[in-house]
């Protein structure tokens, strides 16, 4: 009987390469971010064409919104990434502390988490040696910690992609604004925002593993609402006579 090479045989599932996983992290972040920027910027040129015509100001708050909302995206998940990197970093050094000045109790302390697991003392205690001698700090990082050294995200890759990320999705409002006339500039944003938001809601809910249609429509209702109220407050505004 043929047997399979055991690091081909799962090869395809995500439990069976962290980096594929991690990558879907990304991919998923991603569409979220570019989510984002269809919709606020696509609500705050729709709102403005509500209350004027006027193509200066429509254009002016949507390379406000564009900018602005890259930027704010940016920095949040710089702030949020540095916290979570620190404290991996913090737990990876103290980790390398503790291997290097209680090396027995780091064994006994693998030995016993396998043991926990369902192993025997005599193959638990195998099985921690073999690890420590082949690597013993992602051993007791996975096995303690669930962390792997090299996956600690840089903050400043991810503030980057989250604007990039942004900035595209935001780019498709922005330009029918800019490019289309005014009689032609709200349906066709519109009509344009939901289409391309049912896009990213499919492609997220494929990434995420949940159900497309679901959570497709999901996105488009809230994307078509927030559209709809922004346009009637901008309409309001517009004939009160307050702009």
């Not at 705050?44 to 209350?51: M, N, Q, S, Y």
């Not at 027995?104 to 005599?122: H, N, P, W």
């Not at 942004?166 to 344009?192: C, D, E, H, M, R």
């Amino acid at each position: 009987m043929a047997f399979e090479n055991p690091d081909t045989l799962h090869s395809g599932e995500a439990h069976a390469n962290g980096s594929q996983a991690h990558k879907l992290n990304w991919l998923r972040a991603g569409v979220l971010g570019a989510n984002d920027g269809i919709v606020s910027v696509a609500a705050v040129v729709v709102g403005v064409a509500g209350a004027t015509t006027e193509a200066s100001p429509i254009i002016l708050a949507g390379a406000a919104a564009l900018v602005g909302g890259a930027i704010s995206m940016a920095l949040g998940e710089y702030v949020s990434v540095s916290s979570s990197a620190d404290a991996q970093k913090a737990l990876i050094e103290k980790e390398k502390w503790e291997l290097a000045n209680m090396p027995e109790l780091e064994l006994e302390e693998l030995t016993q988490i396998y043991q926990g697991k369902g192993l025997k003392r005599d193959t638990a205690e195998q099985v921690a040696q073999e690890l420590t001698d082949h690597d013993a700090l992602s051993a007791h990082l996975e096995a303690e910690l669930h962390l792997d050294e090299s996956e600690v995200v840089s903050p400043w890759n991810a503030a980057f992609a989250s604007a990039v990320a942004f900035f595209v999705g935001a780019a498709l409002p922005f330009l029918t604004a800019v490019l289309l006339p005014a009689g032609l500039k709200v349906p066709v944003t519109f009509i344009a925002v939901l289409v391309a938001l049912a896009i990213t809601g499919a492609v997220g809910a494929k990434l995420g593993g949940a159900r497309v249609v679901p959570a497709t429509l999901r996105v488009v209702i809230g994307g078509a609402l927030a559209l709809a109220v922004t346009y009637f407050i901008g309409a309001l505004i517009g004939n009160s006579g307050m702009v």
